[in-house]
């Protein structure tokens, strides 16, 4: 019986399954008037690539985040990569990331 309680946690997210934790941190850097902030979220031995980009608008701060399905097994390799990610995102999307004023979202 416990080798079915044992998987049942794995899936119920019990005890036995691994929790995902914060993982390096990094300066922020600025990018065309963007402050983005890497960080990379650790599941286990591998560092999933993760972060936030904000702007002042207004005189608030707008902010959205991004969580992709890359993995690293090296930080600095996270880090380099968080960074090049969310340049992407600012270079792609332009003036559109933050036309919609929401203060924070997923993108």
């Known amino acids: 019986m416990s080798i079915l309680s044992n998987l049942f946690s794995l899936f119920a997210g019990g005890p036995k399954a691994e929790k995902a934790s914060a993982g390096p941190v990094a300066e922020p850097q600025v990018h065309q008037d963007c402050l983005i902030h890497a960080s990379p979220i650790r599941e286990g031995s591998h560092l999933r690539l993760a972060g936030r980009i904000e702007k002042q608008v207004?005189?608030?701060t707008l902010e959205r985040v991004?969580?992709?399905a890359d993995v690293f097994t090296s930080e600095q390799d996270a880090?380099?990569?968080t960074f090049r990610k969310a340049r992407q995102i600012i270079g792609q999307n332009g003036a559109s990331l933050f036309a919609d004023g929401a203060k924070s979202r997923n993108v």
């Open 58 to 60: 207004d005189g608030e």
């Open 66 to 68: 991004f969580i992709r």
């Open 79 to 81: 880090l380099d990569c």
